[in-house]
């Protein structure tokens, strides 16, 4: 039975999307985390949901990861308008323009109406792009994503399907076998918050200023490296603040509220299902300063011929810079470790329940240094800028 796993499941869904007996639910724990639960009664004992578990297959360590890098890049979308609108450096838009225009279909996270949960969901039009774009730091509910991909897969449609380590590792192993047509392109993942966190905080910033109407975690209104939250309201007020100011990015960032499993991921190292890897080329400035950019660099990580292909695809949209893996992952060294479980995480979530988010930030955050660290920060990057 997959509840073997226990609290070393990454909640990817395989086990769920294999079963022949559909007698297992992703159901949310008491941490808001989802969790398989088994119907007994249904189970037939065929084992499938062990076997597609990426948890159970685990390979190796993270130590072994340069095994699996072709080629690294720094990347810069030539579209302004794109590079500023993106997370990082716009390449995830290009790759999946691309798949679009050839008639594919592209697989990602995308807030809900209400801005309070992340799914995973696909689209055929490029005027739905914006939907996938953009970080979203808490956990995405990958619902039936594995089961559509498979159809689209099945009637010979390209697909580009994104998401984190462990969700690619899930839908490998659901498939069970390699398809010319499949594009999988990792995003580089410190780790997942539940979305019970997200709420928490979100019901805290609607108290003052009305119901969200959006939400971005990756404002670059003052630059990359000083990305923040922004939250606008229906009533036209605005929250707006650096991550080095912003609450929750301090939980997610210090990695109180991660889910168990991201402390010893599964899908980091080796075992990376990917054929891309995105995500920010933090350290640039010294590694390579003539590639920065203010407005966001990615660094892309080519780990197989189908990923390679699909770059070279999209290489007239960007500003493409090979670059040394080693030099470029220095900084980056997420893309291939998990993070450290601190002590406090024991007691995170029991408090999350009984407390206000006032209180939690009182708590596990200095609240002073660091709304007034980012109103520091702001500062002197407004006087950069004016001066």
């Known amino acids: 039975m997959i509840d073997v796993v226990g609290s070393r499941c990454c909640g990817c869904t395989a086990c769920k999307d294999v079963c022949p007996q559909g007698c297992i639910a992703m159901l949310p724990n008491e941490e808001g985390f989802l969790y398989p639960s088994v119907d007994r009664s249904k189970c037939v004992g065929c084992d499938l949901c062990e076997k597609v578990c990426p948890v159970l297959s685990r390979k190796s360590k993270e130590d072994a990861f340069y095994k699996n890098v072709r080629e690294t890049y720094a990347a810069v979308s030539k579209d302004r308008k794109t590079l500023s ?35 995973h969901v696909v689209i055929d039009r490029i005027e739905n792009l914006n939907d996938l774009r953009g970080s979203k730091y808490l ?14 897969l099945s009637k010979g449609d390209q697909v580009l399907f994104t998401g984190i ?28 918050p539940s979305v019970k ?52 990015m301090a939980v997610f960032l210090r990695n109180f509220a991660l889910r168990e499993s991201c402390y010893e991921c599964p899908a980091k190292g080796e075992n990376t299902c990917a054929d891309i890897t995105l995500g920010d080329f933090w350290g640039i400035q010294n590694a390579y300063p003539e590639y920065y950019d203010d ?59 009984r407390r206000s988010w006032k209180w939690i930030v009182n708590k596990y955050l200095d609240q002073r240094s660091v709304v007034e660290r980012g109103i520091d920060l702001l500062r002197r990057v407004k006087r950069a800028v004016v001066g």
Not at 139 to 152: P, T
Not at 182 to 192: P, R
Request: aromatic fraction near 10%; glycine fraction near 8%; proline fraction near 2%.
């Open 197 to 248: 966190v997200w709420k928490k905080y979100l019901d805290h910033v609607e108290a003052k200023q009305g119901k969200t109407k959006e939400a971005s975690f990756r404002d670059k209104t003052v630059g990359w490296n000083n990305f923040g939250m922004k939250i606008s309201s229906v009533t036209g007020q605005e929250l707006k603040e650096i991550h080095q100011g912003n609450t929750y």
């Open 85 to 119: 609108e993106s997370s990082s450096g716009g390449v995830f838009t290009s790759l999946a323009k691309n798949t679009l225009r050839e008639g594919g279909h592209v697989f990602g996270a995308a807030f809900s109406d209400d801005f309070r949960t992340v799914q």
């Open 165 to 192: 380590p462990c969700q690619l590792a899930g839908l490998n192993r659901f498939l069970g076998r390699e398809d010319e047509n499949l594009t999988c392109v990792e995003v580089i993942c410190h780790g997942t």
């Open 295 to 353: 407005q966001g660099v990615s660094v892309v990580v080519v780990h197989t011929e189908k990923g390679k292909k699909a770059l070279e695809e999209v290489a007239e949209d960007l500003v493409l810079h090979e670059t040394d893996p080693f030099k470029s992952l220095e900084d980056n060294w997420i893309i291939y470790k998990p993070v450290e479980r601190p002590a406090e995480r024991d007691t995170f979530y029991q408090d999350l329940d």
């Open 139 to 152: 956990q995405s509910e990958l619902g039936n994503s594995f089961s559509q991909c498979k159809a689209s």
